[in-house]
């Protein structure tokens, strides 16, 4: 069998961090590869729900380069603005991208890295892991979820409004997705909302710009420095608002356990439930790696400046603060990106 050609560097994921790498690797006249197990370009954005909004303006959540452009439409950019975005930019920057292609393992092979996939072997001198958490949602062990006879859905594979119109759902988990899908469920369905602790409205001029700074000052100089305000509160984007306004934001505390038909709650009192949306997050999507053993049992690799601490010719990116300040947003997205590159550019150098 023939040996595959070694890249200097191959980046598994071909979303918002892969780009952005894309983006500063060119620039630098680096030898990658992108690897991508999406049909098209998007990434995660290719599966968010219909009606998703960012809620930063669109020139502050643009990837290195060049600024996506303001929306047609009134408000912050929607999904599907996003997923134009990310489509141009690939093409304007002639980005080296291959997909379908879906990794199965990376693998130790003498002086390089293998990256195995359905498409063959691809071998690196450096491996970028850049997957993200969208194919790892999480959801809690609760007791009795087995038992529903219901739908059960993640917020990774909700789509809209109109499957549940004229049904009780439970919408789980106190963030914007929370939020967001309360707020376009509650006209046509029966919807309570589930969260742990009252829900963290921000101010209605508080937007992803200030939580983003915020996040970033906060790892720089610590919380007792930094005003109240992440990346997990509650912006005000004009669905949410207009819920607010027809009283629809009203939380209750979490059920204690499950039943065939629907919830208990802790006062003992059942409720009957068609549906129940789970808004309860993600977890690192690190699969591909177990090969290497450098999964620690929280789900994360232990990383200095981004570059795995057991296998250095493995880095990582997108997967949240502990591989960089922000760097699962798109805004955080080029900063990661650019510090992370001149790591690569270096470590190759070297």
């Known amino acids: 069998m023939t040996d595959p050609v070694v890249r200097d560097i191959v980046i598994i994921g071909g979303g918002q961090m892969g780009l952005s790498l894309g983006y500063y690797l060119r620039r630098a006249g680096a030898d990658f590869l992108i690897l991508d197990a999406e049909d098209g370009p998007g990434g995660a954005w290719r599966h968010g729900w219909e009606s998703l ?50 990794v199965a ?65 439970l919408v789980v988990g106190g963030g914007n997705s929370g939020a967001q899908i309360v707020a376009e469920l509650a006209p046509v369905a029966r919807t309570s909302w589930v969260t742990t602790h009252d829900p963290l409205f921000l101010p209605d001029d508080v937007d992803g ?53 629907g919830v208990v709650w802790p006062d003992g009192s059942e409720t009957k439930v068609d549906a129940i949306i789970w808004c309860t997050g993600f977890r690192p999507a690190l699969a591909h790696l177990a090969e290497l053993g450098v999964v620690e049992a929280d789900g994360r690799v232990l990383v200095e400046d981004q570059r795995s601490i057991k296998e250095p010719r493995l880095w990582l990116a997108g997967y949240g603060d502990w591989c960089g300040a922000g760097s699962a ?3 955080g997205a080029a900063r990661t990106a650019r510090d992370l590159a001149a790591r690569l550019v270096e470590a190759r150098a070297g």
Request: hydrophobic share 40%; aromatic share 8%; net charge positive.
């Open 329 to 331: 947003t798109l805004m």
């Open 105 to 169: 393992a990376v693998e130790r092979a003498g002086d390089r890295l293998d990256v195995v996939t359905d498409k063959g072997r691809f071998a690196a001198r450096m491996v970028v892991s850049a997957t993200g958490t969208w194919s790892h949602p999480y959801i809690p062990d609760m007791a009795g979820r087995a038992l529903f006879a219901g739908v059960q859905v993640h917020s990774a594979h909700y789509v809209g409004p109109d499957a549940y119109a004229g049904q009780s759902v």
């Open 209 to 261: 710009r200030v939580l983003f700074e915020r996040a970033v000052a906060r790892m720089k100089e610590g919380p007792s420095d930094v005003p109240v305000g992440g990346i997990g509160d509650i912006v005000m984007v004009p669905p949410v608002k207009a819920a607010r306004a027809r009283g629809d934001l009203s939380t209750r505390r979490p059920f204690t356990r499950m039943t065939a038909t």
């Open 53 to 102: 909004r960012l809620f930063s303006p669109a020139g502050y959540s643009s990837l290195p380069g060049w600024l996506m452009p303001p929306p047609a439409h009134e408000g912050y950019p929607t999904r599907d603005d996003v997923l134009a975005y990310l489509r141009d930019y690939e093409a304007r920057y002639a980005l080296p991208i291959e997909r379908p292609v879906r």
